[in-house]
């Protein structure tokens, strides 16, 4: 049970390129998240997602897209990076029923856009 | 609107001391509270959380922490602290879509 996986560790892009954070949980959990953390910073929600197929926007989602074709994974993806954009990128899950559950992070993503 | 506030952006606590880590939060409706715990590197880290019923919650690694309505209040503690417990912590409040409000956190630095 590895729990929430996010690839890659680190990535450098340059500005106005696009790439795609990768998150996979196999906990069978049908809420997902992604979250960016800038430096002093607590947690900022993108994107989120309550099952498959389904996903709506979070606190700063401008400059994010996301997709959620099956439980397990939810891409985020980046079309024109800004240094705006420079930040650690987490991945979440939870399963829900109810009421707010607690919610799995992945390790998280560092990105720099330059 | 909710939010969280974390007044104390950093502290440090001698090995063994006490520790006390302060949150408020704003929220309308009955607050689900949170504690969590990142370790330089990594994700975070469940410790504690709160739905209702007792006010004093217990969590992993000796903390807990109590849930003061009066005055919105989750404020985190443990009696004795480890070399180990030296991360980021940071305190958040769950709506009812289940999205996470954090607050800004605070650093622990624990000198031997």
């Known amino acids: 049970n590895a729990g929430v996986t996010q690839t890659p560790k680190f990535r450098i892009l340059k500005i106005g390129q696009s790439m795609t954070l990768q998150c996979t949980q196999d906990?069978?959990?049908?809420?997902m998240y992604w979250y960016r953390q800038d430096p002093g910073m607590g947690l900022k929600l993108i994107y989120y997602?309550?099952?498959?197929?389904?996903?709506d926007k979070g606190e700063v989602p401008n400059g994010y897209n996301v997709s959620r074709s099956t439980t397990e994974d939810f891409p985020l993806r980046l079309e024109l990076a800004a240094p705006s954009q420079t930040s650690v990128y987490f991945c979440?899950?939870?399963?829900?029923?109810?009421?707010?559950?607690?919610?799995?992070f992945g390790p998280g993503t560092r990105l720099t856009v330059l | 609107a909710q939010s969280v506030t974390q007044p104390d952006i950093h502290i440090t606590v001698s090995e063994g001391a006490s520790l006390e880590l302060r949150c408020n939060y704003s929220?309308?409706?009955?607050?689900?509270l949170f504690w969590y715990v990142q370790s330089p590197g990594q994700g975070l880290q469940l410790l504690l959380k709160?739905?209702?019923?007792?006010?004093l919650v217990q969590g992993i690694k000796g903390f807990e922490a109590e849930f003061k309505r009066s005055q919105s209040s989750f404020n985190l503690r443990k009696p004795s602290v480890h070399w180990s417990d030296a991360a980021e912590y940071f305190c958040?409040?769950?709506?009812?879509?289940?999205?996470?409000?954090f607050g800004t956190g605070t650093r622990l630095t624990v000198i031997p």
């Open positions: 997602s309550v099952g498959a197929g389904i996903t």
């Open positions: 906990m069978n959990h049908n809420y």
């Open positions: 709160y739905f209702s019923g007792d006010t």
């Open positions: 979440a899950s939870s399963y829900v029923a109810g009421g707010p559950d607690t919610q799995y």
């Open positions: 958040a409040v769950g709506t009812g879509a289940n999205n996470l409000f």
């Open positions: 929220y309308g409706a009955t607050p689900y």
